[in-house]
């Protein structure tokens, strides 16, 4: 079971959690299909919930903040040593603060950003909550992917920013996508030219859960009210879907040990 108990380090996505209209809703609908044991916070939290996965944290549900209106969505943390050095090289690089650095209680101080092709991502700088504890395992993310649709600005604000090596893996045509790593490290998550695909859909980070069983999840996830955005198939990492949760945040579920062969894109 991979788990970690201290600071990720910067440029790794480290957290991921989802902001909705009914938190409880929220909290049902994930317990039932990734097997999250859901805690309450303190009422400073402000209603934010913590998801816990064989007694370590997973995921946070959270209401939607702000007076106007805005889609719940899931949101993609990358790791800081230093959130308001990130903050001014996200504004030095051409991306957006939308929520400047700012302290969360004792567990760690976040700010939230977009990127120069409009990807919104948050930034955490652990303290007491140093990120997620478990992952790669069934019911935790194991994968952070970047949709966009201006691919080469997005590898150039990134690797400003956070320092990310980028190894391309598609055919360069049908398929543009790389994954990124930090120098000399494992390979992180992966940024996909969406440009074909996004349509009016804004450019986004997509969060992959790990699943035993790939048409089981997915089978369970309607029943729960989820809608499939994209069917169960085989793919060379593994069986995937994408799933529209009932209050409209998507995700990927993925079983990486069901893979098909052959080279990405063929």
């Known amino acids: 079971m991979p788990t970690r108990d ?3 380090p910067q440029g790794t996505p480290c957290w991921v959690d989802c ?3 009914d938190p409880q809703a929220a909290r049902d609908f994930y317990s039932r299909l ?3 044991e859901i805690l309450d916070s303190p009422p400073e939290a402000g209603g934010y919930l913590m998801a816990m996965l064989g007694g370590r944290p997973v995921a946070g549900i959270g209401p939607k903040m702000g007076a106007g209106p805005m889609p719940s969505v899931w949101t993609t943390y ?12 996200v504004g030095a690089a051409g991306g957006t603060v939308f929520v400047p650095p700012m302290d969360v209680m004792d567990v760690g101080r976040m700010s939230v950003a977009a990127d120069p092709t409009g990807a919104v991502f948050g930034v955490w700088q652990a303290k007491n909550h140093k990120g997620a504890g478990i992952y790669n395992e069934p019911g935790a993310y194991c994968w952070n992917e970047l949709h966009t649709g ?8 990134y690797r400003r920013v956070f320092g990310w090596n980028f190894d ?5 045509q049908n398929f543009v996508y790389s994954t990124f790593r930090l120098p000399d490290a494992d390979v992180l998550g992966g940024l ?5 695909v996004l349509g009016e859909t804004p450019p986004y980070w997509l969060t992959w859960f ?12 309607t029943e729960l009210g989820g809608t499939v955005l994209m069917p169960v198939s085989d793919t060379p990492f593994g069986r995937s879907a994408v799933i529209r949760a009932p209050q409209g945040e998507v995700f990927a579920l993925i079983d990486p040990t069901v893979k098909t062969s052959g080279a990405p894109g063929q």
């Open 210 to 221: 790990q699943v035993a069983g790939t048409d089981e999840s997915v089978a369970l996830a």
């Open 168 to 172: 391309e893996i598609g055919d360069g």
């Open 78 to 89: 990358l790791a800081a040593d230093d959130a308001d050095a990130v903050a001014t090289a």
């Open 192 to 196: 996909m030219d969406a440009s074909h």
């Open 34 to 36: 990734l097997g999250w």
């Open 150 to 157: 201006d691919y080469a600005t997005a590898q150039e604000f």
């Open 19 to 21: 902001s909705v209209d």
């Open 6 to 8: 201290s600071a990720w």
